[in-house]
């Protein structure tokens, strides 16, 4: 049994001892192919490919092969030398030159500025650009060219409100239908939840006049509960309820909702900003610096940051 077991030791070392001048072998006719594309020391390629063809007997030899032929198949991107010779004026002559279709001044300004036949114009294009991406500050710089002294200008304002309105209440009226038709309690409480975010449209964008605002903010809270009823842990709906009670100055309410929005996993720092204005009402104003101070998260907010820093 021992002689067994030795002689297939020493077949094993005969393998090992044959399988490693092979190896060594094929590390060298690999260097030399790769020497010529890749400038390296030969002695890194030998012993690179040798100790890879060790540790993989007979499959390494193949490997090898398809290794070698791979790195001189592949071809790299060109890489610019001597980039301190650019030439930069030729360089920058190559871009088209841009310049500021509203000129140097803000868009408020630009849309508040003295009529002129050239201030016309420019305030022309200033609301057919904000006419196409519609915010809330976009809404009121329009808003406030109702009363502009050049027709067009107001004519064509009220045509963007008007507009977005009709489309808000299109929206709201379609939805209406649907929530009433629906008798399943999963898509009637999303409906809800629609109709619910609808209707703050007209309050976030101050379409509603005072006459109508008391309304539609029942409405909010009307169907925020209904989707509130199916889904206690909606973190979105119990934020917009915080919001609608905050707009009616109900900030103990408010700040109950935005307490269960936290709770229920919306992100800490887009509910702080509520928050410090619920104590800042309540003239609790080392709160209003504490909570400040733990958004990490509102650096990055250019609106926020001046306050922030203020607070700090």
């Not at 006719?29 to 063809?53: D, G």
């Not at 790195?71 to 001597?82: A, E, I, S, T």
């Not at 009529?115 to 915010?135: F, I, P, Q, R, Y």
């Not at 808003?143 to 045509?159: H, P, T, W």
């Given at each position: ?106 868009m408020d300004k630009l849309l508040s ?49 008007d507009k977005l309105q009709r489309g ?145």
């Open positions: 049994m021992n002689a067994i077991y030795e002689q297939l030791i020493d077949s094993l070392a005969l393998f090992y001892l044959v399988h490693a001048i092979i190896s060594l072998f094929i590390s060298i006719i690999a260097s030399e192919f790769l020497i010529y594309k890749f400038k390296s020391k030969r002695i890194q390629y030998i012993l690179f490919f040798w100790v890879f063809n060790i540790a993989f007997p007979i499959v390494g030899y193949l490997m090898t092969a398809w290794i070698v032929y791979y790195l001189l198949r592949v071809k790299y991107d060109k890489q610019l030398q001597n980039i301190h010779s650019i030439n930069m004026i030729e360089f920058e002559n190559e871009f088209p030159e841009i310049n500021r279709v509203f000129g140097e001044a803000s500025s003295e009529e002129d036949t050239n201030n016309s114009s420019l305030k022309m294009k200033a609301l057919v650009s904000l006419a196409d991406n519609t915010g809330k500050s976009d809404v009121i710089l329009i808003k406030n060219r109702l009363s502009d002294k050049n027709d067009e200008i107001r004519l064509y304002s009220f045509a963007i409100i808000i209440n299109a929206q709201i009226h379609e939805k209406m239908q649907l929530f009433e038709e629906d008798k399943d309690p999963v898509t009637k409480a999303k409906r809800a939840e629609e109709l619910a975010y609808l209707y703050w449209d007209l309050i976030y964008y101050e379409l509603a006049d005072s006459d109508l605002k008391k309304f539609i903010i029942q409405e909010v809270k009307k169907y925020a509960l209904i989707a509130l009823e199916f889904n206690p842990e909606n973190e979105k709906i119990n934020v917009l309820l915080g919001k609608t009670y905050l707009t009616q100055n109900e900030v103990d309410t408010a700040q109950e909702y935005f307490t269960k929005a936290i709770k229920y996993g919306i992100n800490m720092d887009f509910i702080i900003p509520y928050l410090a204005e619920i104590y800042y009402t309540k003239k609790d104003y080392a709160k209003v610096k504490e909570l400040l101070s733990t958004a990490k998260g509102l650096h990055v907010n250019a609106v926020l940051y001046p306050l922030m820093v203020q607070w700090e």
